[in-house]
């Protein structure tokens, strides 16, 4: 029997997911996390063949949660249903395990071929991923300033973007003031700039946030 574990926090979303795939994989049991705490301790504790990841919920980021669970779970694969454009967020999740990316405006039947794709042991990579994981291989030297912080660097960019205070920050990534405000410096110097203005302007500039 066919499980798939969907984790989003919102249960419009979980629900509309899991009426698509039940249409198409008849057989299927569905496992849900709304939280990134909910998640972990569902993939550590039960059996699942596809975990439906979104990368932002509750308790932590998409994207170590990602991390962890290949680090724990290498066999599993992750396909990532995301409400960021792939420019944003794909090549950072395939690099880091993901066996697909896509975008939650894509159409219910890409989502259906996605898993079926994975399910079978391959990844499903869209053209427009395709065409970023080309673009990341071929002309890395240049890529727009962002495209070369690590991942916390870039998910501390777009927070603080968003208008953020580094209290705010260091609770929903949990890590402390302090590191936050180091990964804060850290990027400041890669992208030559010098106030939380200038950054939250380039990300808006960038369509980041």
Known sequence: MLRILLADDHAVVRQGVKQILAETFALATFGEAQNMHELLELVGSERWDIVVLDLTMPGGNG???LKQIKQDHPQLPVLILSMFPEDQYAVRTIIAG?????????????????IRKVLRGGEY????????????ARHEDDQPLHKHLSDREYQVLCLIASGKEVKEISTELSLSAKTISTYR??????????????????????GLV
């Open 63 to 65: 994207l170590e949660a």
């Open 98 to 114: 993901a066996a697909g990316y896509l975008n939650k405006e894509s159409a219910p039947e890409e989502l259906v071929q996605a």
């Open 125 to 136: 990579i869209s053209a427009s991923v395709a065409e970023e994981l080309v673009l990341h």
């Open 185 to 206: 410096a850290r990027l400041l110097i890669k992208m030559n700039m010098n106030t939380n203005a200038e950054l939250t302007y380039y990300a808006i500039q960038k």
